[in-house]
């Protein structure tokens, strides 16, 4: 595929399940350049001009399409930052599947910060699968990614954000807007490990009659990492919002969860709950009467936590 | 079979140590249904998890077919063919009942059900539908009783030697009782060497028996024919 070597080929496809040439409009960027760019009928990738980054234009009523953009660095020592902008049409149903793979081998820190926005046009919804990871015995593999989305009218987003594995330090930061009837639903998955440090903060506003917000974030921390998460759900009219974090503490990690909500209308109705706690050993016990020793049983829960 | 030699088990209460069994010596043979019984906090299900390798003796020892296994963990023990179903199903985010069910059949020695044809018929067997239960999460969406049958079902996916049941019949009230009879009368036919014991106060589940062992205070009260055994009951009553 293209002319990547096997470590980036094994990286795409880990954070974009890529392989080959997909059907329907791609961009691929490797080590800061676009390595490959495809515009379909009706979704439209356009270069920015002055500054690192694509527009996708997509037309009214798209349906049934997916866009690949995802990102791999495996220069040692590259940072940068690219701004991508999504402009969905009306009554669209569209995927775009981005992610992030960084393989650092160097003695430099590696940084790639993510800057998504998407306008969101009325009546249309937008997935949006997101998966980052790091590999490679260098120093530091940094993600920053920031989402942040203008929904209108009517529209839908549903967010599913991986950071799998090797990622050092990422600050991640999600913003969402939501006018009448609007809908976001964002899934977070978040694995640290070694001496890695995550921080994610999630933002929504809910602005317009009817607009939902649901926040579920599961996170595992282990060794002797760091991870703390925030979310905050703004309701400024007849809305509803939940959110939800649960954690899974291991070893000498460190896990700080803080919700908050924030009522400015009489019908605004949020929710919120955050759990944090080590494996229940009856759990594990139940795994190990099934034949699967302590060290299996632990990855299955852990496994089926983030899935 | 099983051999459960001198068995003893205590827990420090405060300074105060607590015998929960005291000696209890007993044995299965292979193909024997035995059914323990006895009242609330007798140790009966004390003595199931020493079985099956979750609680450690405190003295005495536990032969399985000649091999003394009282220092193996649970995971050796389940290796070993020895499957347990728990009073108290457990809760787990994410794992569905497909991923349990799979890890059942296919972990350790024991080996079945690798498909999903196998592992559908496993949930038909407890009164399930699998189109309905294979992908939801086993947590608390599920009912007591459907935690239960899951629970029954990732032990018969084991298709062990040894078949502890610790009261199969608590909380499936809505399933029919007598399909779990159904359950364990398949299992005696299809594994006719499979060793099942059943900690229980059901009478339909004690008549089943080859034995009964009553439990009293940690100690063995009664090991007899499931006829006596009912008979001294009813007597004492």
Redesign the interface.
């Given at each position: 595929m293209m002319d990547l070597d096997k470590i980036e080929r094994d990286l795409m496809r880990e954070v974009s399940g890529v392989t080959g040439i997909p059907e329907g409009a791609y961009n691929f960027r490797v080590n800061g350049k676009s390595i490959g760019r495809h515009s379909s009928d009706k979704i439209d990738i356009i270069p920015k001009r002055g500054k690192s980054g694509i527009d996708i234009r997509i037309a009214n009523n798209t349906r049934g399409e997916i866009a690949h953009i995802p990102v791999i660095i495996s220069a040692s020592g590259l940072k940068e930052a690219v701004y991508n902008d999504f402009y969905i049409g009306d009554n669209c149903e569209v995927t775009i599947i981005a992610g992030c793979g960084i393989y650092n081998c160097g003695a430099d820190d590696s940084i790639h910060d993510g800057i998504h926005t998407f306008y969101v046009g009325k009546n249309s919804t937008v997935y949006y699968i997101e998966k980052h990871c790091g590999i490679g015995p260098g120093a530091g593999k940094i993600l920053n990614p920031t989402t942040k989305l203008f929904l209108s009218e009517g529209s839908r987003a549903e967010l599913l954000m991986e950071q799998i594995k090797g990622v050092d330090s990422a600050k991640r930061l999600t913003e969402a807007e939501l006018k009448k009837d609007a809908q976001v639903v964002i899934k977070e998955r978040l694995f640290t490990h070694g001496k890695q440090l995550a921080e994610s903060k999630i933002v929504a506003n809910l602005l317009g009659d009817n607009s939902s917000v649901d926040i579920v974030s599961?996170a595992v921390a282990r060794d002797y990492s760091v991870q703390d998460f925030s979310s905050h759900i703004i309701g400024k009219a007849k809305c509803w919002g939940h959110s939800e974090c649960?954690a899974i503490i291991m070893d000498n990690a460190r896990v700080n969860a803080e919700p908050a909500l924030d009522a400015q209308n009489i019908d605004a109705e949020l929710i919120h709950e955050a759990a944090i706690g080590k494996i229940?050993n009856?759990?594990l016990?139940?795994?190990?009467?099934?034949?699967?020793?302590?060290r299996?049983a632990e990855a299955?829960?852990i496994?089926?936590?983030?899935? | 079979m099983l051999r459960v030699e001198g068995a003893s088990f205590e827990v420090k209460k405060g300074r105060k140590k607590l015998v929960i069994l005291d000696d209890v010596s007993f044995s299965v043979k292979p193909g024997e249904l035995v059914v323990i019984t006895g009242p609330n906090g007798s140790g009966k299900s004390t003595l199931a998890k020493i079985i099956a390798g979750i609680e450690t003796l405190s003295n005495g020892k536990i032969i399985l077919n000649g091999q003394d296994i009282s220092t193996k963990d649970c995971t050796e023990r389940a290796r070993m063919g020895i499957a347990y179903s728990l009073q108290a199903p457990v809760h787990f985010k994410g794992l569905t009942v497909r991923d349990l069910l799979q890890i059942a059949s296919t972990s350790g020695e024991t080996f079945c059900g690798e498909n999903l044809a196998e592992v559908s018929g496993l949930l038909e067997k407890v009164g399930l539908d699998s189109g309905q239960y294979l992908d939801r999460e086993i947590n608390n969406s599920l009912s007591g009783g459907e935690l239960k049958r899951i629970e029954i079902a990732s032990v018969i996916a084991r298709n062990a030697k040894l078949v502890i049941f610790d009261e199969p019949e608590a909380g499936i009230d809505i399933w029919s009782f007598n399909n779990l009879i159904k359950v364990f009368n398949e299992m005696r036919k299809n594994s006719p060497e499979c060793a099942i014991v059943i900690i229980s106060h059901q009478e339909r589940i004690m008549k089943m028996a080859n034995r009964i062992l009553l439990l009293k205070d940690g100690k063995i009260a009664f090991d007899g024919p499931s006829g006596d055994a009912m008979k001294m009951m009813r007597d004492t009553q």
């Open positions: 599961r649960d229940a009856d759990q016990m139940k795994l190990m009467t099934l034949g699967l020793s302590r299996q299955q829960i496994n089926g936590f983030l899935k | -």
